[in-house]
């Protein structure tokens, strides 16, 4: 299994970034699909969560601002994030739901002011 994420980069604080994760390997055949993301001395939390049924979940910090979504004929999961604020600037992940899998480089997404 592979999870590549991408789309991250530099974003004024109120725009928008939408972040991809190409996998291989059908981790999601039998589990939720997840975007988890760190901050710089904090812990890796799940932000986003989309069931095997297409039902979503969101941190409340996340909740209305960020859309995750999935294509399973592209291989790709999707995170739209709007109205981006400052606290959302983190290395993003994806994976399973519990991470089951080893984790990719992620990607940054830095938010400015």
């Known amino acids: 299994v592979q999870l590549q994420a991408s789309g991250g980069g530099l974003v004024q604080a109120g725009g928008s970034l939408r972040l991809s994760c190409k996998y291989s390997?059908?981790?999601?055949?039998?589990?939720?699909a997840g975007w988890y993301r760190q901050a710089p001395g904090k812990s890796r939390d799940l932000v986003a969560r989309?069931?095997?049924?297409?039902?979503?979940n969101y941190a409340n910090s996340v909740k209305g601002r960020f859309t995750i979504s999935r294509d399973n004929v592209e291989n790709t999961v999707w995170l739209e994030m709007n109205n981006l604020k400052l606290n959302d600037t983190a290395v993003y992940f994806c994976?399973?739901?519990?991470?089951?899998?080893?984790w990719g480089e992620g990607t940054q997404v830095t938010v400015s002011s």
């Open positions: 390997g059908n981790p999601f055949s039998y589990h939720s």
């Open positions: 994976n399973t739901v519990p991470a089951f899998h080893q």
């Open positions: 989309i069931h095997r049924d297409g039902n979503t």
